[in-house]
């Protein structure tokens, strides 16, 4: 879809306003902002803790102490973190009846925090731990102590009920978000690398079935050039309120129609 040389916001305020069934598939990037660091890049957890020796469920089944090293340290940031500007905007884009449903792949429950109603969880949560062995779950704050692994009642080390690599993607988060991206107008992508499948394919499936894609960030990704209809580069909270504002204009624009008092 060309955007033909107009303002790519104000293209993109056009398509959510005019078609205002938007599903918005996010990633690390949105949760920048909130003290979260990605897991890519120079300051990304990968550079700490290699992904396959800290990220597996392999790595987790045989060494699940030397596992919690890392997902303390993630457990400790994700709970002192807030809801920045970007998750906000969100929440009220579903208010407005914009967007109708977001998509995450962080398991931060930043989104929920913010307002947001229809969340799907694609990789699971780190506000819940589960047992391995007897399936009993708990919350996160009830049961872990900094410095501490947490565990089950059957004695068993629990494990954050969130998808490592190896794992399968819960069935119902993965049927709920293809259904979501095959009936949707708009797919916004935001803060994602689009390096983790099967999240990737979300955006094809949406763009086969006929959606506009917008993408948000401050870098080109590996969709921008094959799936991206509209790359909005900047940051997640300065894309979104510049969104926000050409929305609400919109909407405050007379028509034709309104009589005057
Ligand atoms: P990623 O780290 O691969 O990519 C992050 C993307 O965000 C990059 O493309 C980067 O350019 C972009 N970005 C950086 N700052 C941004 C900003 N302010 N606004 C918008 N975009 C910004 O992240 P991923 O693709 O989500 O893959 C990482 C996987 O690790 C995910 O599956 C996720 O489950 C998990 N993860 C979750 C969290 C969290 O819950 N907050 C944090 C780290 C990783
Ligand atoms: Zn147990």
Redesign the pocket.
């Known amino acids: 879809m060309p955007t033909g040389g107009s303002d790519p916001v104000r293209e993109a305020a056009r398509l959510l306003a005019e078609r205002r069934n938007a599903v918005v598939l996010t ?7 909130s003290g ?1 660091p ?3 890049g120079s300051q ?2 990968w550079a700490k803790y290699d992904p396959m020796e800290y990220a597996t469920l392999h790595a987790f089944m045989q060494s699940p102490r030397k596992v919690w090293e890392m997902l303390s340290e993630m457990v400790s940031v ?1 709970g002192g973190a807030a809801p920045n500007a970007a998750h906000a905007s969100l929440a009220a884009l579903e208010e407005m009846g914009v967007v109708r449903a977001v998509i995450t ?4 429950g930043l989104h929920q925090a913010a307002g947001s109603r229809r969340v799907i969880e694609y ?1 699971g949560s780190m506000e819940e731990l589960i047992c391995v062995h007897c399936w009993k779950r708990y919350l996160t704050r009830e049961r872990w102590t900094p410095g501490a692994v947490p565990l089950c009642d059957c004695d068993e080390i629990l494990k954050p009920n969130v998808v490592l690599f190896g794992e399968p993607i819960p069935w119902l988060a993965q049927e709920v978000a293809e259904e979501e991206a095959r009936t949707c107008g708009v797919l916004m992508v ?7 499948s099967p ?1 990737c394919d979300i955006p094809r499936l949406a763009k086969d079935a006929g959606a506009a894609v917008v993408e ?4 080109p ?1 590996s969709l921008t050039a094959s799936v991206t209809d509209i790359h909005l580069r900047g ?2 909270s300065g894309v979104l309120r510049l969104l926000l504002k050409e929305l609400s204009l919109d909407d405050e624009t007379p028509s034709s129609e309104s009589s005057g008092h």
């Open positions: 990633g690390a990037g949105i949760s920048v902002e979260i990605s897991f890519r990304g957890m994700c792949q962080n398991v931060d990789h935001i803060g994602t690398s689009a390096q983790v999240a948000i960030n401050p870098e990704t940051s997640a």
